[in-house]
């Protein structure tokens, strides 16, 4: 299967695979064209994410952070999405996309400030196109259609990608985004990482669809679901979706299959409450950054040291931003109201 061969209709059931549990590219499906130096990269990004989780976590246990919702486990769904797009293309994300944010060129120290409740962490350095994680669930959705409308009429060529999970394809703004964007042909990529539960609400009990790709059918768009546990399907799919948007061809709804083996979020979430052990095992079998390190091991292109390299560096990137913001003076009412109402 090559990047522009991805089929948008019989993939709207089954999950496109490219590597199995261990690694393994699976037969039938023919490897991507990606250079091994952003073979590298993926790999770089996950650990990298993972990393930030884990200090993202602890300092929200210090009082450090404020509201945060994990992402372990769904680092190629992150990853994979966001690296093929440009600096051109803009991000809509929710409140679990803070990786793809930095990686687009949002500083940790804007992310650490937003999750604190602080105005300066919505400002976002000039050429930065990207919009600050949205809380209510789904209204990326519309804000998305919309972006990617102006984009049209401008003559830009990017596109407008947003970012929810299963819980937010619920919303009656995610219908109405979809649609709007089918109606007009806009250049969007509605990514619903579906990790099986909204809050403690499991997928079977949010929607009689057996997929959440299905949908864009009713919207005359295009979907496709995809194994978001597998960083090359990943990444194979949501470049085959970015192409499509530039040559004109529209949007797409892509579901990525994927599983958060934490909480919902820090605020109080007990998974043990609605997940069994047994789910939770067989999907720690899929981790993703254990099956592409099988697979990038074999290929001579990591080891332990480049990982242990990684991981060192976002932990210095994080000290280090934490410390910048400690020392910013904190955010008084009168800032409050100052950037929330207009003065006349």
């Known amino acids: 299967m090559s990047t522009t061969n991805v089929d948008f209709v019989d993939d709207l059931f089954r999950e496109v695979k490219i590597l199995d549990v261990d690694g393994n590219i699976i037969e039938g499906y023919d490897f991507p064209d990606i250079e091994d130096k952003k073979l590298i990269e993926l790999m770089e990004r996950m650990v990298y994410t993972r990393t930030l989780d884990k200090q993202s976590i602890i300092l929200n246990r210090q009082g450090r952070l404020g509201f945060y919702a994990p992402t372990y486990g769904q680092e190629a769904s ?3 999405t966001q690296c093929v797009l440009s600096k051109e293309d803009w991000i809509l994300p929710g409140y679990r996309d803070i990786p793809q944010l930095y990686f687009h060129g949002v500083p940790l120290t804007n992310l650490f400030l937003w999750s604190r409740g602080h105005y300066k962490g919505g400002q ?18 519309t804000q998305a259609a919309g972006v990617a409308l102006g984009l049209k009429k401008r003559g830009k060529q990017a596109v407008a990608v947003a970012y929810t999970g299963d819980g937010g394809s619920s919303q009656g703004d995610f219908y109405e985004g979809i649609n709007f964007a089918g109606a007009f042909n806009v250049p969007a990529i509605f990514i619903v990482q579906n990790n099986q539960f909204a809050i403690s609400t499991p997928f079977s009990k949010q929607t009689a669809a057996k997929t959440i790709a299905q949908k864009a059918i009713a919207a005359g768009i295009k979907g496709v679901r995809v194994d978001g546990m597998d960083i090359l399907a990943v990444y194979q799919v949501t470049k085959a979706a970015r192409e499509n948007a530039l040559n004109g061809n529209g949007p797409t709804l892509i579901e990525c299959m994927n599983y958060r083996f934490g909480p919902h979020s820090t605020s109080g979430d007990n998974p043990k409450l609605y997940r069994s052990s047994e789910q939770e095992s067989e999907w720690q079998s899929k981790d993703p950054i254990e099956r592409y390190r099988k697979f990038l091991g074999r290929k001579g292109l990591w080891d332990i040291e480049k990982e242990e390299h990684i991981i060192n560096q976002a932990k210095e990137d994080i000290k280090n931003s934490i410390k910048e913001i400690d020392q910013l003076p904190p955010q008084t009412v009168e800032d409050l109201k100052r950037h929330m109402f207009e003065q006349k």
């Open 124 to 141: 976002f350095p000039e050429g930065v196109n990207a919009l600050s994680p949205q809380i209510i669930i789904g209204a990326q959705i």
């Open 78 to 80: 992150i990853v994979g």
